[in-house]
T-cell receptor
Framework: DGGITQSPKYLFRKEGQNVTLSCEQN?????MYWYRQDPGQGLRLIYY???????QKGDIAEGYSVSREKKESFPLTVTSAQKNPTAFYLC??????????????FGNGTRLTVT | AQSVTQPDIHITVSEGASLELRCNYS??????LFWYVQSPGQGLQLLLK??????LVQGIKGFEAEFKRSQSSFNLRKPSVHWSDAAEYFC??????????????FGKGTKLSVIP
């Protein structure tokens, strides 16, 4: 079955360390997204990518970085510059960035805890 | 400012009772509207979407939603709730038909608890 795989499910890091969250999709989708979810805050967009080798900042990109070297993969690095990195991170994809038939498909998330 | 509001943070219903979750938006044009559901520790699953046409849309798991332009609302309903419906529900809006999915704005969610 096609879908989005995020790994690991739980991740623990010490403050000051960079950490990379994995996101792989086999839906052949062009667009991929990273969201951050905090309790009671809904979802906030960190970065998105419309095509390979291109990505754009979302609403809360500071302290994060991404790459899109392959269509299937969109890893997110949480850097030591992110002041409050503990959160639930969700990766999503869509067939295209625009268009009425391109709803988001989500992975099952990675819960990052930084102490 | 453009926004999506889910007025109810937490709702508790008895199994078998009807359910309505509220969503209001503040956009000038007719937006694209979505409802997603999230089980604890999981990702989001699309329940239904509205782009145009019939204002009553049917989704998965027996859910439906009605778009009311005059009230800027897109409320989610289910006639008889099952215990497995306990989850968090998110309303989401793309501000206008030509906007990109990166412009999707989520409400803060409504957590549904179901009493057996």
């Amino acid at each position: 079955d096609g879908g989005i795989t995020q790994s690991p499910k739980y991740l623990f890091r010490k403050e000051g360390q960079n950490v990379t969250l994995s996101c792989e999709q086999n839906l052949n989708h062009d667009a991929m997204y990273w969201y951050r979810q905090d309790p009671g805050q809904g979802l906030r967009l960190i970065y998105y990518s419309q095509i390979v080798n291109d990505f754009q900042k979302g609403d809360i990109a500071e302290g994060y970085s991404v790459s899109r070297e392959k269509k299937e993969s969109f890893p997110l690095t949480v850097t030591s510059a992110q002041k409050n990195p503990t959160a639930f991170y969700l990766c999503a994809s869509s067939a295209a960035v625009r268009g009425s038939n391109s709803p988001l498909h989500f992975g099952n998330g990675t819960r990052l805890t930084v102490t | 400012a453009q926004s999506v509001t889910q007025p109810d943070i937490h709702i508790t219903v008895s199994e078998g009772a009807s359910l309505e979750l509220r969503c209001n938006y503040s956009y000038g044009a007719t937006p694209y509207l979505f409802w997603y559901v999230q089980s604890p520790g999981q990702g989001l699953q699309l329940l239904l979407k509205y782009f145009s046409g019939d204002t009553l849309v049917q989704g998965i798991k027996g859910f439906e939603a009605e778009f009311k332009r005059s009230q800027s609302s897109f409320n989610l309903r289910k006639p008889s709730v099952h215990w497995s419906d306990a989850a968090e529900y998110f309303c989401a809006v793309v501000p206008y038909s030509g906007a990109g999915s990166y412009q999707l704005t989520f409400g803060k969610g409504t957590k549904l608890s179901v009493i057996p």
